[in-house]
């Protein structure tokens, strides 16, 4: 593997109003994110990610059972294979959010990872599923509703230029997960998230860094833009951005346009600050068995 790796990073906003039909979100959702593909492959990109759930609007606004009607297989559905195909076509790695279904009504916020020739390399399901109101409107992130705690554990997949993990929005609130990649083998860990100003923003340049410091890592952050009707429940504030294991940032987007991000990973900034702070080495697992204890 080469030690410097292109990293490409999409933040897009949901051109279509919730009311409009699932297959149309879909569809117009995938024809858009396919165009920035390329767009980031044309400029570079090896490993690229969608934000979260790419192929509509963060539903979880609200709860209703229509939104169903988007979940697929991983791998086998649609979406995941015609990326797959693109993926080869592009010689790119692609992390692909979607929301997966698994036999009869049962659901999972998942992604899905692409290796640069096509190859589906597995997947990893959202462990930490928020269900929070946002506001006085009644919406909220309704997302026990939707989806299942994930359970295939925290994953790390090695790529054709880098040891991958991936987490998913609120998971980055939770610190063990992040550490948990780190001792998989996490070289860079993707976050695509959906988040709004007024709750998280406050946060959203403080954690990721943090994770990226204690685990000698990369962490791409990823938020999508905009606002979206009808439940207009706060701004997407996009600024998506890779950080470097010493919390620096590499890269920066805007706060509300359709934006691919471009930056360089160099896997000698993960040497150099891993020999710097032995924090593997010095860590006492020994003496956490507290934190894994249910509380009463």
């Known amino acids: 593997m080469a030690d410097i790796i292109r990293i490409g990073l999409i933040q897009a906003k949901n051109d279509i109003h919730g009311d409009e039909p699932v297959h149309l979100h879909k569809e117009k959702a995938i024809e858009k994110h396919e165009r920035m593909v390329r767009e ?23 709860q209703k059972p229509k939104w169903y009607e988007s979940a697929e297989e991983v791998p086998n559905g649609p979406t995941v294979q015609l990326f797959s195909s693109l993926a080869h076509e592009l010689g790119t790695v692609l992390i692909l959010p979607v929301y997966e279904r698994v036999g009869i009504g049962t659901y999972y916020n998942t992604a899905a990872v692409i290796d640069a020739d096509g190859t589906y390399l597995g997947k990893y399901r959202k462990q930490h599923i928020p ?11 309704w997302e026990k509703y939707y989806f299942k705690p994930g359970n295939l554990g925290y994953p ?20 063990e997960g992040a550490r948990l990649l780190g001792l998989n083998g996490a070289e860079i860990v993707f976050n695509p998230s959906a988040t709004v100003a007024g709750l998280s923003e406050y946060l959203w340049k403080l954690e990721q ?12 952050a ?4 905009g606002t979206e009707a009808p439940w207009n429940m706060g701004e997407f504030y996009g600024q ?57």
Not at 156 to 175: L, M, N, Q, S, W
């Open 240 to 296: 998506s951005y890779l950080v470097d294991p010493r919390g620096q940032f590499v890269a920066l987007g805007s706060r509300d346009q359709d934006e691919v991000i471009l930056a360089v990973m160099d896997r000698n900034k993960i040497y150099e600050v891993r020999d710097t702070w032995q924090f593997y080495r010095d860590r006492r697992p020994e003496t956490y068995e507290d934190m894994v204890k249910l509380l009463p």
């Open 209 to 220: 860094p943090a994770h990226a410091v204690a685990n000698g890592y990369y962490v791409a």
């Open 40 to 62: 980031a492959a044309a400029k570079g990109a090896q490993i690229i990610c969608l934000q979260e759930i790419f192929y509509g609007p963060y539903f979880c606004a609200e």
């Open 131 to 141: 269900h929070v109101g946002v506001g006085s409107s009644g919406c909220g992130f």
């Open 156 to 175: 790390v997949f090695e790529t054709a230029f880098a040891k991958v993990g991936v987490y998913i929005c609120y998971d980055r609130h939770f610190p």
């Open 222 to 225: 990823i938020n999508r833009v």
